[in-house]
């Protein structure tokens, strides 16, 4: 499945990328995003700061994401670093008492925060109580009357505002703004955005459903989530990326109950709203949904033998091994590449990329298993000591578990 982002630079008066504002797009070829709503914004911050390399996607630079007045109230922004995201506040948001609450504590977290299409009105009292909680004015240059954003520009004399001049289309309008005193520049004239694809995991909603009912409670059931989420190849994926991303970089998993615990609850909750807003609606992929399928066999496979074998290591690293070892096919990227993006204990990391340990060596039988191969399944449960009876168990209990999940989704 293909995931899109679009990229439109924005520019200093010295003509250098201060950053990109980051757009909704449903395909490579789509023009215009078609929605401001919750979705849209939770599909560009999860595509963004998931599935795309953030530094790589902006540059090093800032990114402006647009957010509705749902998203800024209940907190989705803290998720996301202040040394990367402008809070795009949408000009359909009205400034309440309580938006002016929330900007105020994005300021004090460390948050840039933007005004997109902003219009000056001195008679409305919360129009200006906002502003000394604002980094950043975005004025659109066609449709704004010259009097008006000289008007506008006044505003810098009294607040510690910035002002973009969005919608720059020509060279005239770009030698207006600067000589008007505009600070950023954003428009076609410098680049129109540029569509960028990449490859994601769907998920099953229901399990979004049943994370959500759990979480809601007073004291949820830390073992019931993670039951849910190792069924999960996609949220699984998207909560290690997260802890490595923008958590803790030197940890390094062995399982997915530890990384609940290291992202909390209160952050997982919030993750958990983002994600299943922006996937409530997507279509799975049959080719992609076997592969997932037998992710989860393997792992659970991988996971029961170590538990009847009793050998070297937590039967939930061996479910980490064999769950994410066709990541690769599924996203078509190479292991190599993808395994720097988890922080994934070593000896999984090395199973993974094929050295030989007690972890690839399981991972290697359900392959054999797979493939029919009995050599080789001979071969490996002579080498590890397991006999075929167990092995056979294993298989029959991991399709079992992994049928289960599947045909509840289905349901």
């Known amino acids: 499945m293909e995931t899109f982002v679009a990229r439109q630079p924005i520019y ?3 003509h250098k990328i201060y950053g990109y504002e980051l757009l909704f797009r449903k395909s490579i070829d789509s023009h215009s995003a078609g929605s401001n709503d919750d979705s849209a914004t939770a599909d560009v911050l999860v595509n963004s700061f998931l599935n795309f390399d953030l530094g790589e996607l902006t540059n090093h630079t800032y990114c402006f994401i647009n957010f509705t007045e749902n998203l800024l109230l209940n907190g989705t922004p803290e998720n996301f670093p202040p040394s990367k995201l402008v809070i795009e506040i949408l000009e359909t948001v009205y400034p309440t008492e309580e938006i002016i609450s929330a900007c105020q504590k994005y300021k004090a977290l460390g ?3 933007a005004l997109d299409d902003y219009q ?5 009292k919360n129009s200006l109580k906002i502003l000394p909680f604002v980094d950043l004015i975005k004025v659109d240059f066609r449709t704004t009357g010259k009097e008006m954003r000289k008007q506008m520009l006044k505003l810098k004399n009294f607040f510690s505002i910035q002002f973009l001049a969005e919608k720059v289309e020509t060279i005239e309008e770009y030698l207006e703004a600067c000589a008007e005193g505009f600070d950023y520049f954003q428009g076609y004239f410098f680049q129109k955005p540029v569509v960028l694809s990449q490859k994601d995991i769907p998920t099953f909603f229901h399990n979004y459903m049943l994370l959500i009912e759990e979480t809601r409670k007073p004291e949820p059931n830390i073992d019931y989530l993670t039951k849910i989420i190792e069924s999960d190849l996609s949220f699984s994926f998207k909560l290690l990326k997260l802890i490595n991303n923008h958590y803790r970089r030197n940890f390094k998993i062995e399982s997915i ?7 909390g609850l209160k952050e997982f909750r ?3 709203y983002i994600l299943s807003i922006r996937d409530a609606s997507r279509q799975q992929d049959p080719i992609i949904e076997n592969l997932i399928q037998n992710s989860l066999v393997r792992g659970k496979f991988c996971e029961t033998l170590a538990k009847k074998m009793k050998i070297q290591g937590e039967p939930a690293s061996y479910f980490l091994t064999g769950m994410f070892s066709l990541i690769d096919e599924i996203l078509q990227t190479p292991m190599t590449t993808l395994v720097k993006t988890l922080p994934l204990k070593d000896d999984i990391i090395d199973a993974l990329l094929g050295k030989e340990n007690q972890f690839q060596l399981v991972l290697a039988l359900i392959i054999a298993i797979e493939q029919t191969n009995w050599d080789q399944i001979w071969q490996l ?3 590890i000591n397991v006999a075929y009876d167990t092995i056979t168990e294993s298989y029959l209990e991991a399709i079992k578990w992994s049928n289960q999940f599947f045909s509840e989704e289905g349901a």
């Open 12 to 14: 200093d008066i010295e």
């Open 111 to 113: 948050y840039k925060i």
């Open 270 to 272: 919030r993750w958990l």
């Open 120 to 124: 000056l009105n001195v008679q409305d």
């Open 381 to 383: 449960a002579e080498k």
């Open 257 to 263: 109950k530890q990384a609940i615990m290291i992202l």
